[in-house]
């Protein structure tokens, strides 16, 4: 029999587990600091209202409906139409290439949790920046901790959805937000935590331009695991009675509840010594460490304990979203080719691993991977995330909205009109209109073409 989720929690934690991760802690709030702070917020959470919930209910509608993998999902929904199986082959691809380059920042999560351990990271600014440059510019280090990142996802992913991906989820999310509030408070108590908190509630909206909306867009379909089948895959184990559209708002809830929560652990600390939240991707890796050690430079072990809860939390987050993306191509693999879920997880883990060593150099090591002037790291979250997972969900809404019969889709949508049924006409208006309209737009916004 087909592998399923255990119990409600479980599968609630799960996909929030899926939604969680570098994405919160680690990109929001970059983002929000590049973009305007409270500005950028606003435009995400209608991101998330407008276009990502009714994108998570898509996906799961798919993926409940069929019980199967994203490719198989999509052609049995159609009727047997297999070339709607085209967008699962693209959401495996796409999911593939996600976990290959996101299995490297978690390694650096996981040298960094190591490192802080052993109380490291504590010389001055000059020095923690030049640690970040030498150790991502070094050749085998920060690979083999992909690897390792990418081997521990596989040992969860191997044990099936419910002994391994349910159970890791009902650990790793309750301790994640524990961890959280922790330094969140901690954080929030510093003196001059004020300016970091109202950067993040008052807007400034002249930071504003096309280009926040786009990121704004990206972030959210990112942060939701949208686009790329990855929740399709893990409805495709939810049961039957399964709310679709309170089990979308509690897991949305929670996954921005958790960045702007990211945002208080990181904005207060960061004004609280004066430094910039501005200073992008590597926010995390160079300014973090230096706003710990002044900002908790009275009680050294304070903030040794804060740095090493920091990254153990990063590696949590990282881990429960990994090991999503693990799941997408390994269901595709096993169903599709026959495959036992060993062998399938393991090509799964390979073709990452190979991904991610490549983007692993050409993050300093060498010059010759890259690609359009990016590296190759920053090339495959470029595409990624700008193109086809907003790609993936305006094929999902057309699908869906244009293409599957009024009568299936309310009654998938409104489990055969038990719940949710006044809900339903606003849906479908959102995915026959809605959605692939604003995508349109926001893509002609950023060609230059509007
Ligand atoms: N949502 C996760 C995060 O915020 C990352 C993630 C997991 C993801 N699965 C995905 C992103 C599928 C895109 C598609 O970090």
Known sequence: MRDSFASRIGMVLATAGSAVGLGNVWRFPYMTGENGGAAFILIYIACIFMLGMPGMISEFIVGRHSQANAVRAYTSLSGGRRGWGLIGVLGVVTGLTILGFYSVVAGWCLDYLGVSLVGGLRGDAASVERYFSDFTSKAWQPALLAIAFLVITHLVVVRGVQRGIERASKVL?????????????????????ADGIRFLFYPDFSKVTHHTLLAALGQAFFSLSLGTCCLCTYASYFRRDTNLVRSATEIAFLDTLIAIMAGLMIFPAAFAVGVQPDSGPSLVFITLPNVFRQAFAAVPLLGWCIAVLFYALLVFA?????????????????????????????????????????????????????????????????????????????????????????????????????????????????????????????????????
């Open 173 to 193: 999310m309750p301790l994640l937000f524990i961890l959280l509030i922790i330094i969140v408070v901690s954080s929030c108590m510093l003196p001059g935590a």
């Open 318 to 450: 990282a881990l429960t979203s990994t090991i999503s993306m693990h799941e997408i191509g390994t269901a595709y693999f096993a169903e599709e080719h026959h495959l036992s879920r060993k062998t399938s997880a393991s090509i799964v883990t390979v073709l990452c691993a190979i991904l991610a060593v490549g983007c692993s150099l050409s993050f300093g090591a060498t010059d010759s991977l890259q690609v359009m002037g990016m590296s190759l790291l920053d090339f495959c979250d470029h595409v990624t995330s700008q193109y086809m997972l907003p790609l993936g969900a305006f094929l999902t809404s057309i699908f869906l909205g244009w293409f599957i019969s009024n009568e299936t889709l309310r009654s998938e949508f409104t489990n055969e009109g038990t719940v949710a049924r006044r809900l339903f006409p606003i849906y479908r208006i959102a995915i026959r209109y809605v959605v692939p309209i604003c995508i349109l737009l926001i893509f002609l916004d950023q060609t230059g073409l509007l």
